[in-house]
């Protein structure tokens, strides 16, 4: 599974579980970890682990392993690594405080039509 599929994958498990602001940033060149950032929240600890959980079972499902997850138990940022695509699930306040959209200024980010349309 490429990056773009994957990727796609991700974002229709995190709508799907309906997530908020989803936002994706393309690291390609910016970032050796991953080709590219999921970054969106939810509005409790039980939604932020839903969404989490839809995503990690989503990618088991197309047989894509789940490098790392990071976080469940607590809730507040969950971290997914599915290789190419790093996932970072927030509660709404955890995501506030630290703004990765900031923080990975230089990325830029992908509008969720060209993912969901591919």
């Known amino acids: 599974m ?11 498990a995190a709508d799907e579980k309906n997530a908020n602001d989803i936002v994706v940033l393309n690291m390609e060149g910016i970032s050796l970890i991953a080709d590219f950032f999921l970054i969106c929240h939810g509005n409790s600890s039980k939604q932020v682990q839903a ?4 995503i ?4 088991q499902e197309n047989n894509y392993p789940v490098k790392r997850l990071e976080g469940f ?11 190419d695509v790093i ?5 709404k306040d ?3 405080y ?3 959209e900031k ?10 039509s060209t993912v969901l349309s591919s």
Do not use: C, P, Q, S
């Open 87 to 91: 996932v970072h699930v927030f509660d």
């Open 2 to 12: 490429n990056g773009e599929v994957l990727l796609e994958m991700a974002v229709k």
């Open 98 to 100: 630290y703004n990765l």
């Open 51 to 54: 969404i989490a959980r839809e």
């Open 73 to 83: 138990a607590e809730a507040k940022w969950v971290l997914i690594d599915l290789g």
């Open 94 to 96: 955890e995501r506030a």
């Open 103 to 112: 923080l990975w200024g230089d990325a830029t980010e992908v509008e969720l």
């Open 56 to 59: 990690k079972d989503r990618a």
